[in-house]
Each structure stands twice: as structure tokens, then as C-alpha cells.
């Protein structure tokens, strides 16, 4: 809720007429001169005017916010009073890293004013208060109304359309990996409480120790829900890798949920992406909005069962081990070379480039 302060004050003529109308009156008084109080009343009451005026006016100010944008999107705040405000200036700051700009200008003929913002960067910038002076039509009395939006401007990630053919994940693969290494590996299983399906009974497991024992939850690494953002390794690269990890992240999340599926997003460095619903266009550029590439306090974890691990391409190591099934996209600039990567048996490997979207796929 936008939170406003005002203030009035007189101009050089209102001091000017409220010095002679005191003056006056008290030459009046002194001299027995009764027709002097007149002007001093008068010199007095265009103040008291003045000030009903410019008082009754600026309690009309109203600032809209602009909504959640996509970085290039033209940033603009609205400002509407009352049209007696017509020709009254306002002034405020541009929002962003750096609060270096001051913006002014008057209010058109209904008293309104559509101020531009220009292209913010990705994030969340707090916006400035916004200050509109008025006059009344003596000029007299000057007040100040200082309006607080008390909200951000937030840009998120610019996205790019993403062809539902590279958000295939290789689920067969997946599924006869997670087959074989089931009975080798007793994690894979564990005993059958009441509530489980059948269709999870894992009956060779079962007769081999003798009671019934169930398969746990389905590996991740078939479920195409689960995206992990290597924020990590792209701790300490800048501004730029940030901005390019997070379109890429922020593109294939929102294709992924497009499809009627509860998406979910993970990160490898310290947590910054809030959770949402990813189907929310502006939830969605409002959670990467905040992406930050810190460095968990512990090494980070790279290797995991995500369907989908979204990473820099200059950051990704040599060897990545991803469980069977996984997308690894690498996220590179235009002109980028291509690094050879080895990531792990069945792991499907697509080139992301930046401004561009899904290139080709590696492997």
C-alpha cells in the first residue's frame, strides 16, 4: 500500500502578503485606522486561500506501479490527481542498480502523467518516491505531496519459445537402468507397508528375502518435472552468465509447465529462486527474477538424479556424471565454442544458446 506525506508552505509572494497583511493590521490598531484592516484582511485571506487550495488538491495523488516485466520491456509508472493539478510538476528517481537518474515533468491536462522508466536489467528494483508540488492560482501556497509506491519494479529473464521435441527426456533409457540397478542395489527396495500399490511389489526382491518388499519412489531421473539450475558454477562469472543461465532456466521451466505439469526447480548453489506456479507467466519471471549464482557454504552437488540440468557451458566439467535419462543443457553465447563434455551413460546433451534457444543436440 503506497504511503504519502504532504507539506505546505508559502512562496516568496505568500511571505511577501502575509508580512504586509500583519503589518497593516497592526498600523491599524495602532493608529485607530479601522480602514487598514481591510487589505490586511484581505492580504491575509488570499494566503488562508492559498492554502485551503493547494491542501484540498494534492490529497488526490494516486501512483500505479508497473507489473512484472521481461527484460527490454519498457518500464513506465502512471500518475493521476485531480485535474485543478493540471500543469503541476512531479519528479522522481529511475529505479535500478544505480539510482543516478532524476526524472521530472508536468502533469497533463486531466492532471496525470505516464512516466518512463526505460530497460531495467534483471531483478527487483525498489522504486522511489514520487514527489508532486502544486500552486494554487494566486501563487501563494506551495505543497509537496511525496507519494511512496512501496514496490518494486520486477524484470524478469527474457524467454524464448522452446519446441516441444527438445524436452523429450530418454525415459526408456532411464527406466531399464533404474530395472538393472535395482537388483543389484538394496536402496532401490524396501519393505511393503499398507497403502503401497501392488504394481510396486518387486517380486523378485520379495522372494529373495522372504516378505514383501516395494520399489521406492520412481527414479528422478525418468521424471522430466525436476530441473536443476547450476547456479554454482556460475558463481563468480558475472552479471552476464547469471542473466544468460537464467533465461535459459526460466524458457525451458515455463515449456515444461505448459504441458499440464507440476514443474519442479532445483539449484546447486545457495538457494535464490523462489517457488511457484511455473504455469504463472509473471510468477514465474517474478522467481528468476532473484537468481544468484552463490557458491553453497559446502561443495556444491553437482551429481543428481534432475531430468533436466540447465548449466553454463564454460563452467560445466569435464566429467559431470548425470543419472541415466537427463538432458544436460548447456547454455553458451553465439560465438561460443563448444566444449566436449562427458556426462554420464544415456545422458542426452542440447546446446542452448543464448538469445537464440535450443541449437542441436550433441549426443
Not at 532473484?290 to 557458491?295: E, I, K
Not at 553454463?312 to 553465439?334: F, Q
Request: aromatic share 4%.
Amino acid at each position: 500500500m503506497a504511503r504519502d506525506r504532504a507539506r505546505a508552505r508559502p512562496t516568496a509572494r505568500g511571505i511577501v502578503l502575509v508580512l504586509l497583511g500583519v503589518a497593516l493590521a497592526v498600523a491599524g490598531y495602532w493608529e485607530r485606522q479601522a480602514v487598514l484592516l481591510v487589505p490586511a484582511a484581505l492580504c491575509l485571506g488570499i494566503v488562508l486561500l492559498g492554502a485551503w487550495w493547494v491542501l484540498g488538491t494534492a490529497t488526490r495523488v494516486r501512483v500505479t506501479a508497473p507489473g512484472v516485466l521481461e527484460e527490454g520491456q519498457h518500464a513506465a509508472l502512471r500518475i493521476a490527481a485531480d485535474r485543478r493539478q493540471a500543469g503541476d510538476r512531479w519528479a522522481t528517481w529511475a529505479p535500478g542498480p544505480e539510482r543516478y537518474l532524476h526524472l521530472e515533468g508536468t502533469l497533463d491536462d486531466d492532471g496525470a502523467a505516464e512516466v518512463p522508466l526505460g530497460d531495467q536489467p534483471r531483478g527487483r528494483w525498489r522504486l522511489a518516491p514520487v514527489e508532486v508540488t502544486s500552486l494554487d492560482p494566486f501563487r501563494v501556497m506551495r505543497s509537496t505531496r511525496s507519494v511512496d509506491p512501496r514496490s518494486s519494479v520486477v524484470v524478469g529473464p527474457a524467454l524464448l519459445s522452446v519446441p516441444s521435441a527438445s524436452l523429450r527426456s530418454n525415459r526408456e533409457a532411464g527406466q531399464q537402468s533404474q530395472t538393472r540397478n535395482a537388483d543389484e542395489i538394496d536402496a532401490m527396495v524396501r519393505e511393503w507397508r499398507p497403502g503401497d500399490p501392488q504394481r510396486r511389489v518387486h517380486w523378485r526382491q520379495s522372494a529373495k528375502r522372504g516378505q514383501l518388499m516395494v520399489r521406492q519412489e520412481a527414479n528422478p531421473a525418468t521424471d522430466d518435472l525436476l530441473v536443476l539450475v547450476d547456479t554454482a558454477g556460475a558463481a563468480g562469472r558475472g552479471r552476464d552468465a547469471e542473466d544468460r543461465l537464467a533465461r535459459a532456466a526460466c524458457s525451458i521451466v515455463r515449456a515444461l509447465a505448459g504441458r499440464d505439469r507440476i514443474v519442479q526447480v532445483a539449484e546447486t548453489g545457495a538457494p535464490s529462486i523462489a517457488t511457484a506456479d511455473w504455469r504463472d507467466r509473471d510468477a514465474a519471471l517474478a522467481a528468476f527474477a532473484t537468481l544468484a549464482a552463490v557458491a553453497r557454504g559446502e561443495p556444491a552437488q553437482r551429481e543428481g538424479a534432475a531430468a533436466h540440468v540447465v548449466a553454463l557451458e564454460e563452467a560445466a566439467p569435464e566429467r559431470w556424471t548425470l543419472a541415466p535419462g537427463s538432458t544436460l543443457w548447456l547454455v553458451a553465447d553465439l560465438d561460443a565454442p563448444h566444449t566436449r563434455l562427458m556426462p554420464g551413460s544415456r545422458v542426452r546433451v542440447q546446446r542452448w544458446i543464448d538469445g537464440v534457444g535450443p541449437a542441436r543436440e550433441l549426443r
